[in-house]
């Protein structure tokens, strides 16, 4: 079992979220209430969709864990899985993620863009200048 297949298989698990077909096309998506919040591109690439406030938030301490990217005016962020630390650094950010969707959303009316795959960004370095 891949480490993305184990990390899908407990997120399908928890009771807030359900395995949905991700709009990007590839792969597999578990959504919540507010919709998708991450895409499994591969066994190691997750697109995970936080709120713009949240990725501010959290944006030093998300850049700074090198498993984390981050691109400039995305909703969402883009993990590497290589290791099981990731998978739980993974599940941490899901949690955040639906605090985040509840707590901090984004304006309502905001056109919500699709994944980092869907832009072509995926694993890549990100100038976080802005944030």
Not at 19 to 38: F, K, L, R, Y
Not at 83 to 90: C, E, I, R
């Amino acid at each position: 079992m891949t480490l993305a297949s184990r990390a899908f298989a407990q997120l399908a698990s928890w009771p807030d979220l359900r395995p949905a077909t991700p709009s990007c096309g590839t792969g597999q998506a578990v959504s919540c209430a507010h919709g998708e919040i991450a895409h499994f591109h591969s066994e190691r690439d997750v697109d995970l969709r936080l709120t713009n406030r949240a990725i501010r938030h959290f944006a030093k301490n998300l850049k700074s864990s090198g498993v984390v990217r981050i691109v400039p005016g995305s909703q969402w962020v883009t993990l590497r899985l290589d290791a099981a630390s990731d998978v739980d650094l993974l599940l941490t950010l899901v949690s955040v993620a639906l605090q985040a969707q509840q707590n901090w959303p984004d304006p309502v009316g905001r056109t919500l863009y699709g994944c980092n795959d869907q832009r072509g960004a995926g694993f890549v370095s990100a100038d976080l200048s802005g944030y």
